[in-house]
Antibody, heavy 123, light 110 residues
Framework: QVHLVQSGAEVKKPGASVKVSCKAS????????ISWVRQAPGQGLEWMGW????????NYAQKLQGRVTMTTDTSSTTSYMELRGLRSGDTAVYYC????????????????WGQGTLVTVSS | QSVLPQPPSASGTPGQRVTISCSGSRSNIGINAVNWYQQLPGTAPKLLIY???QRPSGVPDRFSGSKSGTSASLAISGLQSEDEADYYC???????????FGGGTKLTVL
């Protein structure tokens, strides 16, 4: 069974960085990409970016360019999302999701999702 | 304001049929497939419908999706109490180069 298990909740001060992990199991890791999606308290879903787990290529949402880095470790089937320069508006639950299934990237979908990691930014 | 406007709320009684709409544009729903996600309270989103109208294994056939032009909709028939959740539509946007989501519709079963 396909599973994505994320690291635990974090509390960070403004200006700090956070790195969230996402360990995959139950499928061939390098055959699907990983997307990261965040959800601020009481708000909707916001796509942050995607990493190709085969070659490490990334595509980040322009809004987060320069502050986010996504990496992957095929030996441990784990993907990571690091966000720098944290501010209060970054307080959210961060999800990783396996992306794939479509004939082209624009026809993909997210399945499954990790359980989520709450990142709280507070002084 | 979401790129894919959805009604913020919907409701129905057990057994009823409800429909949730999702409005897009030529750069997203107009040319790309639509996916729907269900988020039960306090849990991660779950894939409900992919490629406009396909159900993943395990999703009851009470759930169905459709797309026409730049709009999509999710229909839930035979409404059950366990269907109370937030529902999000999503599609790739070729102009913004991002996955866009609807603002979410909170479904209440009365």
């Amino acid at each position: 069974q396909v599973h994505l298990v994320q690291s635990g909740a974090e509390v960070k001060k403004p200006g700090a960085s956070v790195k969230v992990s996402c360990k995959a199991s139950g499928y061939i890791f390098s055959t699907y990409g990983i997307s990261w999606v965040r959800q601020a308290p009481g708000q909707g879903l916001e796509w942050m970016g995607w990493i190709n787990t085969y070659n490490g290529n990334t595509n980040y949402a322009q809004k987060l360019q320069g502050r986010v880095t996504m990496t992957t470790d095929t030996s441990s089937t784990t993907s990571y999302m690091e966000l720098r320069g944290l501010r209060s508006g970054d307080t959210a639950v961060y999800y990783c999701a396996r992306e794939g299934g479509g004939l082209s990237g624009s026809d993909n979908w997210f399945d499954p999702w990790g359980q989520g990691t709450l990142v709280t930014v507070s002084s | 304001q979401s790129v894919l406007p959805q009604p913020p709320s919907a409701s129905g009684t057990p057994g009823q049929r409800v429909t949730i709409s999702c409005s897009g544009s030529r750069s997203n729903i107009g040319i790309n497939a639509v996916n729907w996600y269900q988020q039960l309270p306090g849990t991660a989103p779950k894939l409900l419908i992919y490629s406009n109208n396909q159900r993943p294994s395990g999703v009851p056939d009470r759930f169905s999706g459709s797309k026409s032009g730049t709009s999509a909709s999710l229909a839930i028939s035979g409404l059950q109490s366990e269907d109370e959740a937030d529902y999000y539509c999503s599609a790739w946007d070729d102009s913004l180069n991002v996955w866009v989501f609807g603002g979410g519709t909170k479904l209440t079963v009365l």
